[in-house]
């Protein structure tokens, strides 16, 4: 049963990583290989139950005798429940953050952002676009950030060829940016969550480094633009109507609340120490009662405001990504439950005096596979590093990991759900990326690694 479950695992990497190939969709395949794992776990239960949580099972079953129903009862409860928590944490965090952009959107609080970004010359508009991104997704997440710039680079950029140039810059900048802040990304998010770094080391330790991996590629990338960039036939912004009668000020105060908000999560946590998806939904459930307020004319009037929705691509995209983290947390659980994992101890002491190796092996993986994925994987061997003596809070182990993890994402775009937006939408070839971009951010990252192991 062991081998069936690492076989399911590797089959979920394989299909995960060729699904710009396949077609398969990702999500899908986590959530069913996780489903596929936990039942193949729960069907020869008591040889794992018993081998790692043997304690708190005859507590569990305190004095009853033990059966086949009363391992899967405890499987349920004790273990499974566990995982199924840790998900739905970032599943939450992620639902209000969405929802505020969604928000944020539909009332046209992004539009004066738009209007600054447009300029004749590329390079100008290039830069603007790159800096509002980088910060856009400090706050809010990657995905959401990339989808949202990408959905106005439609909008000024005409030429097919100037967007696969600024698409390269979006996502790499969101990337960037999302790493550089524990909110940003899901995988500082889920380091964070677990307590393996703290906000304002984590931020400041990758600081330089993800400034290096951003702009050196984006200055790159900036040499093969035209002078002039030539917009497409239309209007910048979609048609309101009557859907929105909001002034200046008002859509200002709406983004103090919505994205301003979002900064004060880390403060929450640390005096509360309550998970961060419980900020998260207080900003929004303030954003919201702030949206009904000043939109108060139109509900009274009885028009429908409901139909003010972000882009299709962006909803799509962002439950995608909230079934995908789900399923891959579930299924790195299972693998982590089977006892595999302490193994590792004994093969890292014999072929290296450093654990953060094991880091860096996996942000190759992860290039090709999911940064998400590989960082769960590095995450679920938090007993293994605190066993080899480098698991404390902001270790290098667990910076270096987190960096690999979310840079891998730019080595080639399928190593991230901001990249795979990138090449469907845009339909951008991976080869062309590796050819024209990709040595730039390897030598970025290299640099980056250097810099946080050395420095």
């Not at 505020?100 to 738009?114: E, K, R, S």
């Not at 680079?153 to 969101?174: E, H, P, T």
């Not at 910048?236 to 900064?263: A, E, S």
């Not at 303030?286 to 003010?308: A, C, F, M, Y």
Request: with cysteine; hydrophobic share 55%.
């Amino acid at each position: 049963m062991l081998y069936i479950i690492i076989i399911v695992f590797a089959i979920a990497l394989l299909l995960i990583s060729t699904e710009h190939i396949s077609g398969i969709n990702r999500a899908a395949v986590a959530v069913f290989c996780a489903a596929m794992g936990w039942v193949a776990y729960i069907s020869y239960g008591s040889d794992f139950v018993m081998a790692e949580h043997s304690a708190q099972y005859l507590d569990f079953l305190n004095g009853s005798p033990a059966s086949s129903s009363s391992v899967k009862s405890f499987i349920a409860g004790n273990i499974f429940i566990h995982y199924v928590g840790i998900a739905a944490e970032l599943v939450l965090y992620l639902l209000a953050t969405v929802t505020i952009v969604q928000i944020l959107q539909a009332n046209g609080c992004f539009d004066g952002l738009a209007r600054w970004m447009q300029d004749s010359s590329s390079r100008k508009m290039f830069w603007k676009m790159a800096v509002v991104t980088f910060l856009l997704s400090m706050n809010i997440n990657n995905l959401t950030t990339a989808i949202l710039m990408l959905v106005l680079m439609r909008s000024m950029i005409s030429d097919q060829r100037n967007r696969f140039l600024f698409g390269c810059m979006v996502v790499i900048a969101a990337n960037c940016g999302g790493a550089l802040t524990v909110i940003g990304d899901p995988v500082g998010l889920t380091f964070w969550n677990r307590e393996y770094v703290s906000a304002t080391t984590y931020s400041l330790t990758m600081l330089l480094p993800v400034m290096f991996v951003w702009l050196l590629p984006s200055y790159v990338i900036s040499r093969r633009l035209p002078g002039i960039i030539r917009r497409p036939i239309g209007h910048l912004f979609p048609y309101r109507g009557k859907d929105t009668m909001l002034r200046g000020w008002q859509k200002t105060l709406m983004l103090i609340v919505g994205i301003g908000g979002l900064w004060l999560i880390p403060s929450f946590r640390n005096y509360t120490k309550l998970s961060p998806f419980v900020a998260a939904l207080l900003v929004l459930s303030v954003l919201w009662i702030v949206d009904e307020i000043v939109n108060r004319k139109l509900i009274v009037q009885g028009k429908n405001t409901s139909n003010q929705r972000m882009p299709q691509a962006m909803q799509y995209s962002a439950v995608q990504m909230m079934f995908y983290i789900s399923g891959i947390i579930l299924l790195v659980a299972v693998v982590k439950e089977t006892g595999v994992f302490n193994t590792i101890p004994g093969w890292i002491e014999s072929n290296s005096d450093n654990v953060w190796v094991v880091a860096l092996a996996a942000s190759v993986i992860a290039s090709v596979t999911d940064t998400f994925a590989i960082s769960e994987w590095c995450a679920a061997l938090h007993p293994v590093v605190n066993e080899l003596g480098q698991g404390s809070v902001n270790s290098t182990y667990w910076i270096v990991s987190a960096f690999t993890a979310q840079m891998a994402g730019n080595l080639l775009l399928v190593g991230s759900w901001a990249g795979l937006t990138l090449v469907r939408t845009e339909r951008l070839p991976i080869g062309w990326y590796a050819k024209n971009v990709m040595p730039w951010v390897a030598i970025a990252m290299v640099a980056g690694i250097a810099f946080i192991l050395y420095i």
